[in-house]
C-alpha cells in the first residue's frame, strides 16, 4: 500500500551522519570480537549466519559511496517516507548478494575498515542535495542516510539478538533517527488521528482514520519501547506476540495495529 502524502520529518544532516559512522563502529568491534563458532551461529533471518549478517551490515554502508560513484540521476525518485514500503522488492537480490560478500571476505574486519575509510571519503565532499541512484529509487543524499539509520539498527537488534551475550550497543541519534522514521511510515500508510501511538522519547504520532483528539487523554493509545516498535514495524515481531508479552500497550477500540504491521520486510 503507498503511502498517503504528509510532511515529513526533517533530520539534522551533520548528526545523522555522525551517527553512522559511530554505529558502524560499534558493529565492527563487536564482530571483530566473535569467535568462529558464533560466527557459524543461525540467525532469525531465514539460511543467514551471523557471518552473513555481519557481511551485511557493511552492504548498508557501502551501498552509498558506490551510489555516490555512479551518474547522478536528474531528479529524486523516491521521498523519505516512501522509502519503507520500496523495498521489498529487492529482498531476493540482498540474499545473493549478502552470502557472495561473506564467501569472499573472510575477514570481516578487512571488509569493515576498507568499508569505513570509503564511506568517510566518499562523505567528505559530498553535499545533501546529492542525488544517488538507489536500487529503490534515487533519492537525495540526506534522505538516504536516514535510510542507512534504519538498516544499521535493525541489524544491529539482529545480530544481538542471534549471540547470546552479545549486546551491541545503540547510537542514540541513529536509534531515534530509525525510530521516527518507521513511526512517520506508519502514519503516513494509515492517515488519520484517532490513534495515538507513543515510543518514548524518540517519537508520537496520530493515525488512522476515525475521530480526532484534540484534547485530554487520547481514547485509543499505543505504546512501547524504541527497539520494539522497530522489531514490530520490520516483521521481527508479531503483534499480537508483543500485545501478549506486555512490550506493547494498547487501549481502545482502533489501537490494534496488526493490520498494519509490518511496514517493510
Avoid at 23 to 38: H, K, M, S, T, Y
Avoid at 61 to 68: D, G, K, Q
Avoid at 236 to 256: C, H, P
Wanted: overall charge negative; glycine content about 4%; charged content about 25%.
Amino acid at each position: 500500500m503507498p503511502p498517503a502524502k504528509q510532511r515529513a520529518r526533517t533530520y539534522d544532516s551533520a548528526k545523522i551522519r555522525k551517527a553512522l559512522t559511530a554505529q558502524f563502529g560499534n558493529v565492527q568491534e563487536a564482530v571483530r570480537a566473535l569467535a568462529p563458532e558464533q560466527l557459524a551461529l543461525p540467525t532469525r533471518l531465514g539460511e543467514w549466519t551471523v557471518r552473513d549478517l555481519a557481511a551485511h551490515v557493511t552492504m548498508a554502508v557501502e551501498t552509498v559511496t558506490r551510489n555516490l560513484e555512479r551518474d547522478e540521476p536528474p531528479k529524486p525518485e523516491l521521498t523519505l517516507l516512501e522509502w519503507p514500503f520500496a523495498t521489498a522488492t529487492r529482498a531476493a537480490d540482498i540474499a545473493d548478494g549478502t552470502r557472495s560478500l561473506a564467501e569472499a571476505n573472510p575477514d570481516l574486519d578487512a571488509l569493515y575498515s576498507r568499508t569505513a575509510e570509503r564511506f568517510a571519503a566518499a562523505l567528505a565532499t559530498a553535499p545533501d542535495t546529492r542525488i544517488l541512484a538507489a536500487r529503490t529509487g534515487a533519492m537525495t543524499l540526506a534522505d538516504y542516510l536516514v535510510t542507512r539509520t534504519v538498516e544499521l539498527v535493525v541489524h544491529t537488534d539482529d545480530l544481538n539478538a542471534a549471540v547470546p551475550g552479545l549486546e551491541v550497543p545503540y547510537d542514540r541519534q541513529a536509534l531515534a533517527a530509525c525510530t521516527r522514521l518507521l513511526a512517520d511510515a506508519l502514519a503516513a500508510k494509515a492517515p488519520g488521528g484517532s490513534t495515538e501511538v507513543r515510543i518514548p522519547p524518540y517519537a508520537v504520532v496520530q493515525c488512522i482514520e476515525g475521530p480526532r483528539h484534540t484534547r485530554g487523554t487520547p481514547p485509543n493509545v499505543v505504546e512501547t519501547d524504541p527497539l520494539t516498535w522497530i522489531r514490530l514495524a520490520t516483521g521481527r515481531v508479531a503483534w499480537k506476540d508483543a500485545v501478549e508479552g506486555a512490550t506493547v500497550s494498547a487501549s481502545g477500540e482502533r489501537a490494534d495495529l496488526s493490520a498494519l504491521l509490518p511496514l517493510m520486510a
